[in-house]
């Protein structure tokens, strides 16, 4: 068995847009099941955000961990443990390159969504933006939700269907919950009969993020 923080360690990291050194904002973008960062690096030219270094890593098999988000934490162990590892590395390497978490946005979508949100949660602060893109906080109802520190107003977007096959509409109502009392500015739109993928509403509630 792979040892926490190893699966998906050496995976590649793509880059687009603006040098990080000169970027005014850096942003992760975290990709879904079986796709890929080239996949999630699809949203960047949308945001027409010039100024901002895109940073996409990949998931080892193209997957962060192997069940749903609902499963029973340690059904997706080492996985997970690893996967929020790899956001972890690369906050820690932007603040190395002068970026500091109030420039950082942290974008997903699905399971990267899920694990933005993740990650925000038990990794608290000021960041520019956490941006869920039809994901939720991970673990079974019921859950504990007792993460310690403050978001200090940092703007958390999360987009999703009504109907999504995926992400229960009630688990998003309680990660916007959660995120409000760690001091977040939450904006939740729910949509109506969508599914599971991005609409244009979201993409201009992000663009809006990045380019204020």
């Known amino acids: 068995m792979a040892i926490p923080g190893e699966l998906h360690e050496g995976q590649p990291v793509l880059h687009y847009g603006a040098p990080i050194g000169s970027a005014r904002l850096a942003a992760i973008c975290m990709h879904g099941r079986g796709a890929s960062a080239e996949d999630i690096l699809g949203l960047a030219p949308e945001l027409a955000a010039d100024d901002v270094a895109y940073l996409a890593p990949q998931a080892a098999g193209n997957t962060w961990y192997p069940y749903s988000f609902l499963s029973p934490i340690p059904q997706n162990e080492p996985a997970l443990t690893s996967a929020l590892a790899v956001l972890g590395r690369l906050v820690a390497d932007l603040a190395q390159q002068g970026k500091a978490s109030e420039q950082v946005v942290i974008l997903g979508f699905s399971q990267g969504a899920c694990l933005a949100l993740e990650f925000a ?32 107003d940092t703007a958390v977007f999360l987009g999703c269907s009504d109907i999504d096959p995926h992400i229960p509409l009630e688990r998003v109502r309680e990660s916007s919950e959660v995120f409000r009392r760690m001091g977040a500015r939450v904006d939740e739109r729910i949509y109506k009969r969508m599914g599971h993928t991005i609409n244009a509403d979201e993409l201009a509630a992000v663009r809006d993020l990045v380019r204020l």
């Open 121 to 152: 949660a038990r990794n608290p602060r000021r960041y520019r933006a956490i941006i869920g893109l039809s994901g939720g906080l991970i673990g079974p109802p019921g859950t504990p939700r007792t993460y310690a520190g403050s978001m200090d």
